[in-house]
């Protein structure tokens, strides 16, 4: 079975740190893997995705995300947040069908 | 490209009655989900529809839980004898053949059940 997980339930930063949400995955193959982030109101935007290949990929908004198999982990990094970054985060994965984690939710202090 | 639009945005009902939900995904989009979203908690997946073919039901979709996308088209979602445990968000989102797993999602119906 296919599961996500989050370890972070609230994060808080400063305007212009750097971020690192964690994510977590368990699935017996190379899972297909997402990040999405979801502001109030709004529906949830896909930000990256990794199917195969560098296991560095690149996303929008200024967010990048790592694979590493050896740790089951789909990190989402920034290197400096804007307070318009403030939203709430998901990570999913594809197997046979897409699971989602319980969420990041990001606060950033001016 | 108007991007995927469910109605209505919110839905207050009692508990008992049937409601039922809309999603119109983006024009051209053959794959359609639904998925329900409790507070602190990420989209639990419920069905996934390719063209009008209902290909995927989740074990959370009970009996009184069913969907449809007659013409490939728009999707319906329609809850029967609703329950306060059915109080969730639900949304909705599509992707193409081309782009299958690039989801779009909707803002969503937020259901009460009081």
């Known amino acids: 079975a296919q599961s996500v997980t989050q370890p972070d339930i609230h994060i808080t930063v400063s305007e212009g740190a750097s971020l690192e949400l964690r994510c977590n995955y368990s699935?017996?193959?190379?899972?297909?893997l997402f990040w999405y982030v979801q502001s109030p109101g709004q529906g949830l935007q896909l930000l990256l995705k990794?199917?195969?290949?560098?296991?560095l990929v690149q996303g929008i908004k200024g967010f990048e995300a790592e694979f590493k198999r050896s740790q089951s982990s789909f990190n989402l990094r920034k290197p400096s947040v804007h307070w318009s970054d403030a939203a709430e985060y998901f990570c999913?994965?594809?197997?046979?069908?897409?699971?989602f984690g319980p969420g990041t939710r990001l606060s950033v202090l001016p | 490209d108007t991007g995927v639009s469910q109605d209505p945005r919110h839905k207050i009902t009692k508990r008992g009655q049937n409601v039922t939900f809309r999603c119109d995904p983006i024009s051209e989009h053959n794959r359609l989900y639904w998925y329900r979203q409790t507070l602190g908690q990420g989209p639990e997946f419920l069905t996934y529809?390719?063209?009008?073919?209902?290909?995927?039901k989740s074990r959370l979709l009970s009996d009184r839980f069913s969907a449809e996308r007659p013409k490939g088209s728009f999707s319906t979602l329609e809850i029967q004898r609703t329950e306060q445990g059915d109080s969730a968000m639900y949304l909705c989102?599509?992707?193409?053949?081309?782009?299958?797993?690039?989801?779009?999602f909707g803002p969503g119906t937020r259901l009460t059940v009081t």
């Open positions: 699935y017996g193959a190379t899972p297909y």
């Open positions: 989102a599509s992707s193409s053949g081309t782009s299958e797993y690039e989801q779009y």
């Open positions: 999913a994965v594809f197997g046979q069908n897409f699971v």
């Open positions: 990794y199917f195969s290949g560098d296991t």
């Open positions: 529809f390719q063209n009008e073919a209902q290909l995927e």
